[in-house]
């Protein structure tokens, strides 16, 4: 069945028409004058949606991709403008209102959005001393060619638009190029390997995760680590801003070289209820559920010392829930001791620590035991939720310990898998050439 066909099936509700392509003899060269990128309007949008909901919408029917896109664009991280939608389009073939609203908009050659988000930069040699910046970024997604247009470079001609006028890009306005507020990076994921984005600007970055399986009542054993505390939405508001607080002063805190630049993104609420929204909704609309744990929290042996995840559930296209994940969308490693050589936020801390044992699973004994408390608590989750997996993007040496661990616990090793083909983080930087990147953070929040 057809998504257009399971919508109708779903409910009386009538679709739009979806534009009509083009014929092929009046198809523009990719590199005609009159292609243009223009910001597409709400009759734009709405085709948009169409058009890669027929791709996309999975186990959605249409109708219900429609709404959740429209849900999607409702929320506090997208209102305001901080949402643009893109189409590639020929100026000379929509040379009238009358065209135009006959054809329900421009010819949408190819299409994608941008999200702006706030981050942090830190830049290397002579602005080192301007310390930790605020600065202004974009995430790009949902790239779409309708496959009869494929083949014919609109995809790569709107992509080398978009990186251009992205520098000067804030909330629908353009800002001067003398402006401090110019962007200072954009990112995409790639489900398309490396080289296609690359050749257009986008640089692509570690892209690693590691995996875990759901665990049950009847599986986890009785050995069972320490008991976290699981979260809900009202928790994260106060995390997020801790997060925050403490990743700008690491940032400010790790020696950098004189080439080297660090970036990341705020890992703000907002950024978390997007990820969520998405989760909801196809939860609420195909499952009936409700999913209400948002990941797990430990306190160490004192004050200073703290583990939290947050997590998201992503339903494939799979009817039978195969390609369904429990993502990891932000691990946070807390020891406030006081001294910055103890000060470490994100996945990265501790290290040097050795692995747990079973002997030493009981107790507080290790930052890596704290790390495998909440990623069992996610475990839990995904076997609640019979979701086959869980991942975690980019961990770090006591990270990768923590799931071995919990590996070994069923006999199995852990396998730091190198994304080539699919989610690959790609990143354009609007500063020097040679500078040398590092993305703190580079996590599943980021995502886009």
Not at 136 to 163: D, K, N, T, W
Request: charged letters at 25%; proline letters at 4%; aromatic letters at 8%.
């Amino acid at each position: 069945m057809s998504p257009r066909d399971a919508m109708a099936h779903h409910s009386n509700t009538r679709l739009p028409a979806i534009q009509r392509p083009l014929d092929p003899s009046a198809l523009p060269s990719s590199e005609a004058p009159t292609v243009a990128l223009v910001p597409a309007t709400q009759l734009e949008i709405e085709q948009c949606w169409l058009l890669n909901g027929q791709v996309w919408s999975g186990r959605l029917p249409l109708s219900s991709y429609l709404r959740r896109e429209q849900y999607l664009a409702s929320q506090s991280q997208t209102a305001n403008g901080r949402i643009t939608y893109w189409i590639l389009t020929d100026l000379e073939l929509a040379t009238s209102e009358a065209v135009i609203t006959q054809n329900r908009g421009r010819p949408i050659l190819a299409s994608c959005e941008t999200l702006q988000k706030l981050a942090f930069v830190r830049r290397a040699g002579k602005d080192a001393e301007k310390g930790v910046e605020d600065v202004i970024s974009h995430g790009v997604g949902s790239v779409f060619c309708r496959p009869q247009y494929r083949g014919r470079g609109y995809a790569g001609r709107m992509m080398l638009e978009l990186a251009k006028t992205l520098a000067t890009w804030d909330t629908g306005r353009e800002i001067a190029e003398t402006s401090t507020e110019r962007t200072a990076f954009t990112v995409l994921y790639s489900d398309i390997g490396k080289d296609f984005y690359a050749r257009r600007g986008w640089k692509a970055m570690k892209s690693t995760h590691v995996a875990l399986p759901p665990v049950t009542a009847s599986n986890d054993g009785a050995e069972k680590i320490l008991a976290a505390k699981v979260l809900r939405a009202d928790d994260l508001a106060s995390l997020c801003d801790e997060d925050a607080r403490l990743l700008r002063r690491s940032l400010q805190e790790t020696g950098i070289s004189s080439e080297g630049s660090l970036v990341a993104f705020v890992p703000s609420k907002d950024i978390m209820q997007w990820h969520h929204a998405r989760e909801e909704f196809f939860a609420r609309e195909m499952l009936q559920k409700n999913p209400e744990i948002k990941g797990a929290f430990i306190q160490g042996p004192d004050e200073n010392t703290r583990v939290w995840c947050i997590w998201t559930r992503m339903f494939g296209s799979e009817a039978d829930g195969c390609g369904d994940v429990l993502h990891i969308l932000r691990l946070v490693v807390v020891n406030e001791t006081g001294s910055k050589e103890s000060l470490n936020v994100g996945p990265a801390a501790y290290a040097g620590q050795t692995q747990p044992t079973k002997e030493v699973a009981s107790d507080f004994e290790g930052i890596e035991t704290l790390i495998a408390v909440v990623l069992r608590e996610a475990q839990q989750e995904a076997g609640r939720w019979k979701i086959p997996k869980v991942e975690l993007w980019n961990p770090n040496e006591d990270t990768v310990k923590a799931v071995a661990y919990l590996l070994a616990e069923e006999g199995k090793e852990v396998e730091v898998v190198v994304r080539e083909e699919e989610s690959i983080a790609s990143l354009m930087w609007y500063g020097d050439d040679n500078v040398r990147l590092e993305w703190i953070g580079n996590e599943k929040y980021s995502w886009c």
